[in-house]
């Protein structure tokens, strides 16, 4: 069976930091670029963050940049999302989805393309 997994969310205090991981089974990210997303209650869904497969390119939105690190470990079949200095309104249930080879990063970060869905992870920044 083809999946994402993400875990790693939780409650942190404004400030604090948080790794989301977003682990594969039953297919190699390797060939897949990986995007992270979030819908808060109320809003759409929002392209947090997307690394290509092959050579690494990533795209952060304006919200996260300098916050915010994506990285892969190919080898460990994860992909990771670093999140340091979170904000309240960084509140939102996580997603990561996997698009087959694509450096169009920005785009699939903005249109919210993806093969597959993980079922998300929540993050609650608060004090």
């Known amino acids: 069976q083809l999946q994402l997994v993400e875990s790693g969310g939780g409650l942190v205090q404004p400030g604090g930091s948080l790794r989301l991981s977003c682990a594969a089974s039953?297919?190699?990210?390797?060939?897949?670029?990986i995007g992270w997303f979030r819908q808060a209650p109320g809003k759409e869904r929002e392209g947090v963050s997307c690394?290509?497969?092959?050579?690494?390119?990533?795209y952060y939105a304006d919200s996260v940049k300098g916050r915010f690190t994506i990285s892969r470990d190919n080898a460990k079949n994860t992909v990771y999302l670093q999140m340091n200095s979170l904000k309240p309104e960084d509140t939102a249930v996580y997603y990561c989805?996997?698009?087959?080879?694509?450096?169009?990063?920005?785009?699939?970060?903005?249109?919210?393309?993806?093969?597959?869905w993980g079922q998300g992870t929540q993050v609650s920044v608060s004090s």
């Open positions: 039953g297919f190699t990210l390797d060939d897949y670029a």
């Open positions: 690394i290509s497969n092959s050579d690494s390119i990533t």
């Open positions: 989805a996997a698009e087959y080879e694509t450096s169009a990063v920005q785009v699939m970060c903005s249109m919210g393309s993806g093969d597959y």
